[in-house]
């Protein structure tokens, strides 16, 4: 059973702040990850994908992946009260996609 | 149109209705997804069109029936279902091809089952 669990949260951060988001998967042989924002009521929006070691940056965010560990992370830089959502997070193999529970954040502000 | 669309955004409906729901991707992917998100639980995998080959979750149970006319359209026929299918469903695409598995998703049909 492939499983992908998260930090289950609920995480507060105030106004500015760093927030970090973590994850560790089950199967070794998982080659993408992604990360989803969903706000309450909608859908899941695609905002971060990575495939090799290190980090990526986007913007405010930094996604960093540890393949050894198993392990995935999300910061988000300078935390604004509209980043207040739930992040998935998602882990492919065999094409198809496992997702975290998700993390739960709010913002203070 | 942009993205992927579904209809109806929500649905009430008896135990003993039919109904379906409708899924539409412009984004010229090969492939589609119905997902199932229930409260505090992970998104679930019900499931999966992938260059015309179908993959289902063996758990689903059959009043859950998926139909997929072509790449770009995808349902989900419902019937008899119970309470506990109250949940919202999700229908996603992607391109499936090397090292991609980007989902993308609609914006859900939320159902309620009486």
């Known amino acids: 059973q492939k499983e992908v669990e998260q930090n289950s949260g609920p995480l507060s951060v105030p106004e500015g702040a760093i927030a970090s988001l973590n994850c560790t998967y089950s199967d070794r042989g998982s080659q993408s990850f992604f990360w989803y924002r969903q706000y309450s009521g909608k859908s899941p929006e695609l905002i971060m994908s990575?495939?090799?070691?290190g980090d990526k940056e986007d913007g405010r965010f930094t996604a960093q992946l540890n393949k050894a560990s198993q392990y995935v992370s999300l910061l988000i830089r300078d935390s604004q009260p509209s980043d207040s959502a739930t992040y998935l997070c998602a882990v492919a193999s065999a094409r198809q996609l496992t997702f975290g529970s998700g993390t739960q954040l709010t913002v203070l502000p | 149109e942009t993205g992927v669309t579904q209809t109806p955004r929500h649905l009430v409906m008896g135990m003993t209705n039919k109904k379906s729901l409708k899924c539409e991707q412009h984004l010229g992917h090969n492939a589609m997804y119905w997902y199932k998100q229930s409260a505090k639980k992970p998104l679930e995998l019900m499931f999966v069109y992938s260059l015309e080959e179908r993959v289902e979750n063996n758990s689903v149970p059959s009043r859950f029936s998926p139909e997929c006319p072509n790449s770009s359209h995808l349902f989900l026929h419902l019937h008899t279902l119970q309470p506990e299918d109250s949940a919202l469903y999700l229908c996603?695409?992607?391109?499936?091809?090397?090292?991609?598995?980007?989902?993308?998703f609609g914006p859900g049909t939320r159902l309620t089952v009486t």
């Open positions: 996603a695409s992607s391109q499936v091809a090397s090292g991609s598995y980007e989902q993308y």
């Open positions: 990575i495939y090799s070691n």
